[in-house]
């Protein structure tokens, strides 16, 4: 219903630095994902691996990537820390997609394209695990953040306001600097600078709002629940057909 004119505005569960540190937080995600996304292909052809290979590693990823998203989904639904639901998988979040990422930018470039290709693979792997575990707990921390829809929106809008100036920076920044300092320090640098932004919400951020007591679905009842919904099932069949 709409907000009769002249009423006050709902005010909001969060304060202002929970909400600036929730976009901050995406701005540092991106540094990472756009890292990879724009450029992980430049660096490898650089490190010698052929196209052809690179191909096969993305394939392999993007079946990994479809196995352990529900995976993880289903673990969050079933952990119970006393800390909160989805607070610690948020902070347990930021180290990992640091380190996952200079892992793949430093790899040693006397190895052999057998042992290249090897390490990219690990690492790569490694890094699109960390990549899910700083991904989906975050969204869904906006509901145990406030039970006020519009705030919510709010704080989705503003993470995503966040993720896009972390783009825009890192997709212009990227090409300016590795052609003068290297892809690993560029890495490192890169790193720095989204855990600093990741970061603070791992301290402001508050779990208001209870979980409800509610059946965990299995994976069983999850595939099919997905067949039985045409819709999502062809989302997702497009998908995949896209990765390909």
Do not use: H
């Amino acid at each position: 219903m709409a907000a009769q004119a002249g009423s006050p505005p709902i005010a909001f569960q969060t304060s202002k630095a929970e909400r600036t540190a929730y976009g901050f937080y995406f701005f540092g995600q991106n540094v990472f994902y756009i890292l990879i996304l724009n450029f992980l292909q430049i660096y490898l052809t650089d490190q010698g691996i052929t196209a052809a290979a690179e191909a096969t590693i993305f394939l392999v990823a993007k079946v990994w990537d479809a196995v352990n998203d529900p995976l993880f989904g289903v673990n969050i639904d079933r952990s119970k820390p006393k800390s909160g639901k989805f607070l610690p998988w948020v902070r347990g979040s930021v180290l990992p997609i640091a380190i996952t990422t200079v892992m793949i930018f430093a790899m040693p470039a006397s190895m052999s394209l057998g042992a290249k290709i090897t390490w990219t693979v690990i690492a790569y792997l490694l890094w699109d695990l960390a990549y899910t575990l700083c991904d989906a707990p975050v969204f869904a921390l906006t509901t145990a953040m406030t039970e006020n829809i519009q705030e919510r929106t709010v704080l989705i809008s503003i993470g995503r306001l966040g993720g896009m100036l972390g783009a825009m920076i890192i997709a212009l920044g990227v090409p300016m600097l590795y052609p003068n300092i290297g892809w690993l320090p560029t890495a490192i640098g890169l790193a720095i600078v989204g855990v600093a932004t990741m970061f603070p919400i791992t301290g402001l951020a508050k779990e208001r709002i209870l979980s409800r007591k509610e059946e965990v679905p299995s994976l069983d009842a999850i595939w099919k629940y997905l067949k039985g919904n045409k819709y999502l099932f062809i989302f997702y069949a497009s998908m995949v057909v896209y990765s390909f």
